[in-house]
């Protein structure tokens, strides 16, 4: 296997599908080792993001029913609380959910599953050559749909910086910040989403019922709709405090934030669209990107030569800083290949090839 594969995939889950992709995608040839030889029966990831679907897109899975579902004709699907020492044979789980429903009702169970109340988060996300991703890295209860989008966000984080490495033109320091990225940003994700909402709606259910006041119930109902939105508004993760993005000083790698159209290094590329009526994300390339709004020749012209200099796939988007694109408040954008900014600027830097070489975590090598 060492000879014929580059990269070895263990768990052929959502997260290690992805990665082959992401991986074989840039050229990396990959073996996924499953244990299990038929799909799960349960849907683990009915609620994906935005951001999950541009993943979609980027590997031309975006049409595709890519996890399976169940098939929900006649089928239910019920999460409840059990006591610790439960097993699928020694509690009663129809009489949990005729309880639940508040009447009787006959049915059969296809999948009985168990999952922890916990949050738990790797030390670190790397050991030399071997990386952890998805639920492997991170765990938690599924509550809010955080798992298995950060799951396919790390791909995306650490899938270019590895194929990068293996192509040539990346770096160990590089696929270090992999670690340092993506680690903060679930720490915030899991205390400050996750078990905050937990938190949210226990306290809900203890102070309200209809049954006792049902008035009271309703206003507090109403308003915790409200407050799902404003809590999703707050919800940017980013790296503006990356080794290898030209973040503000003192930025930190976290999952908060607030969004925006300009564009800021750490922080994922806002959507415009360009003045060919194509959105940015079609047009930007697999490997790194400059987008140049109304500069000259001479600006791009750094920029290509540091990509050749240091082997750097590049590719060149030119327009005009107007109808929208002014919105992103930098003519000159560096674009990660996970479509995160790497650096902004209005006119060229002293060194393109200090700003590509630190992008790659290859500062001191040229
Ligand atoms: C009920 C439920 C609902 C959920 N809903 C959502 C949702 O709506 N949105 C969301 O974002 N997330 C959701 N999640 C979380 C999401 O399912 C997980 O985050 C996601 O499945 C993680 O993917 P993964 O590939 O990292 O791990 P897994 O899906 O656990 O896949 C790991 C794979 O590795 C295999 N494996 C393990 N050990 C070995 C071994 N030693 N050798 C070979 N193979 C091995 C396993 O068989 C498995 O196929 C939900 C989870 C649950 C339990």
Redesign the pocket.
């Given at each position: 296997m060492s000879k014929r594969f580059r990269v070895v995939i263990?768990?052929?889950?959502?997260?290690?599908m992805a990665m082959a992709i992401e991986l074989g995608q840039r050229g990396i040839s990959c073996a996924i080792?499953?244990?299990?030889t038929v799909p799960h029966r349960?849907p683990?990831?009915?609620?994906?993001t935005q951001r999950s679907m541009e993943h979609f897109y980027r590997w031309g899975v975006a049409d595709w029913r890519f996890f399976g579902r169940i098939d929900a004709e006649e089928g239910f699907f019920f999460?409840a609380p059990v006591p610790m020492d439960t097993t699928r044979d020694n509690y009663d789980f129809h009489g949990l959910m005729q309880r639940a429903a508040g009447f009787e009702f006959a049915c059969e169970f296809d999948y009985v599953g168990f999952?922890d109340m916990a949050v738990a988060i790797a030390k670190q996300y790397q050991v030399g050559r071997v990386f952890i991703a998805?639920?492997?890295a991170h765990s938690h209860p599924?509550y809010g749909?955080?798992?298995?989008?950060n799951?396919l966000d790390d791909v995306s984080n650490l899938g270019w910086k590895l194929a990068a490495q293996l192509n040539g033109w990346g770096s160990d320091a590089s696929m270090k910040t992999y670690t340092e990225e993506r680690q903060p940003i679930f720490r915030e994700t899991a205390q400050d989403f996750i078990l905050a909402r937990i938190r949210t709606d226990r306290d809900f259910l203890e102070h309200y019922h209809p049954n006792r006041n049902r008035e009271e119930f309703e206003r507090a109902w109403e308003k915790g709709k409200t407050d799902t939105p404003a809590r999703a508004m707050t919800y940017d993760p980013h790296c503006e405090g990356s080794s290898i993005v030209f973040g503000p000083p003192r930025g930190t790698c976290s999952a908060r934030g607030t969004h925006t159209f300009a564009a800021r290094p750490g922080h994922h590329l806002p959507s415009r669209l360009l003045s060919n009526r194509r959105n940015v994300f079609e047009a930007l390339g697999r490997e790194f990107t400059l987008l140049a709004f109304d500069v000259g020749d001479g600006a791009v012209a750094m920029f290509e030569r540091a990509s050749a200099l240091l082997a750097v796939p590049l590719t060149v988007i030119r327009d005009s800083y107007s109808d929208g694109r002014e919105a992103y408040k930098a003519r000159l954008i560096l674009v990660r290949p996970d479509h995160y900014v790497a650096w902004t600027g209005d006119a060229a830097p002293d060194s393109a090839t200090a700003v590509a070489a630190k992008a790659v975590g290859r500062t001191g090598t040229v």
């Open positions: 263990v768990g052929g889950g959502p997260v290690g080792v499953e244990r299990r349960i683990k990831g009915q609620g994906l999460h999952w998805g639920d492997a599924p749909g955080y798992g298995l989008n799951g």
